[in-house]
């Protein structure tokens, strides 16, 4: 015969600090997340322009100016950069964000759960 598994008693004062901690944390992360998203689009829209004043250029609807050719090009090198490394910190941030979330889930499984009264308003 197996025995039940042993409760174990846990401070729930601790375990709503932990919480509240790990909210914190779990909001700075989706902020980060939020900023990485709108770099990624301005590095998109960067390496986009550059590239269609590269085009441009080459097909002589833009009159050549070197000045225009090293931006276009600063834009098309710096907007690629950009997308690559906000990419990989959003996305490391992102599984950083699961684990708090799920860490989060499992400190508030340990709280036990009272009853506070009726919902029927004691009738």
């Not at 390496?47 to 276009?72: E, K, S, T």
Request: charged share 25%.
């Amino acid at each position: 015969m197996t025995k039940p598994p042993e409760r174990i008693l846990v401070d729930e004062d601790d375990l709503s600090e932990q919480i509240s901690r790990l909210e914190a944390r779990i909001e700075e992360l989706a902020e980060t997340i939020e900023r990485c998203r709108k770099i990624i689009l301005v590095s998109r829209a960067a390496i986009a322009v550059g590239g269609l004043l590269i085009l441009a250029i080459m097909l002589g609807a833009i009159r050549f100016d070197p000045m225009a050719v090293i931006g276009a090009i600063t834009a098309v090198i710096g907007g690629t950069v950009l997308l690559g490394s906000n990419t990989s910190t959003s996305q490391e941030t992102t599984a950083t964000l699961r684990a708090a979330e799920a860490q989060r889930a499992e400190l508030i499984s340990k709280i036990e759960l009272r009853v506070v009264g009726d919902r029927d308003g004691g009738n």
